[in-house]
């Protein structure tokens, strides 16, 4: 189902630039994201456009994935933590992307969408990513150190403990604004010890990250 309206956003967004990396494309045609959508959406899940997934919260264009899967250089058998489920649709192309033997963490403040992340994931075989209800600005310390944590919600600077929580090498992608409309996709990387590399790569708009490390709730 939608095999051709899959194909052909995947063939714009190589043409668009927002992707080149072969394994993240195949990614991309292998995670239905029409299964990730609200039934009355999956029209429009190949559209590159946000769609909203309940609770004020959204899963992102395909275009703005394509960025965050690209700059974070996934590699086979990593552990990855993943800040903000929403729909589990990340996490599916970022447990194709790390294979079988990687290990998939994925992190989701309101229990209800992780619920909904969760159903999503069984039914399209991804049972192995891992789905955990808590505050993502805080890591997830009982299974660190992580070798890449991408964050799908903007926050006004990098929480900490995210960066404690990076093995050395590691790297972490995440939006970061003082202001929803203002908003930059920062990568950074630990080099070593308490050094760490930062690049920003762009602007961006996401939701609002949520907690101890990150906006404090209304
Ligand atoms: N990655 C998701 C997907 O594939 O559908 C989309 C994520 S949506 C743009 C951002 C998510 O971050 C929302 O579901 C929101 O509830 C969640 N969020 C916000 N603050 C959080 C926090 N402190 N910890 C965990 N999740 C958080």
Request: charged share 25%; with cysteine; hydrophobic share 40%.
């Amino acid at each position: 189902m939608y095999e051709k309206e899959r194909e052909e956003l995947l063939e714009r967004l190589v043409k668009w630039g927002y992707l080149s990396k072969p394994e993240v494309i195949e990614a991309f045609k292998k995670v239905p994201r029409h299964e990730f959508v609200p039934n009355n959406l999956k029209n429009y899940a190949y559209v590159d456009q946000p769609l909203p997934i309940g609770h004020g919260q959204t899963i992102s264009a395909p275009s703005m994935i394509a960025i965050m899967l690209e700059s974070l250089e996934l590699e086979l058998d990593q552990k990855v933590l993943e800040i903000g489920a929403g729909s589990g649709y990340n996490a599916a192309l970022i447990a194709e992307l790390v294979g079988p033997k990687g290990r998939v963490f994925t992190i989701e403040r309101i229990a209800e969408l992780a619920e909904f992340g969760r159903a999503n994931l069984k039914k399209t075989g991804y049972e192995r990513v891992h789905v955990v209800v808590g505050d993502g600005t805080c890591g997830y310390k009982r299974e660190a150190p992580w070798d890449r944590i991408l964050v799908t919600a903007c926050a006004p600077e990098i929480p900490k403990p995210l960066v404690e929580q990076l093995k050395t090498g590691g790297k972490l992608a995440a939006p970061v604004g003082q202001h929803y409309m203002f908003q930059t996709w920062m990568v950074v990387e630990k080099r070593s010890g308490k050094e760490i590399r930062v690049r920003e790569c762009g602007s961006c708009s996401f939701v609002p990250l949520v907690g101890k490390y990150g906006w404090k709730e209304d």
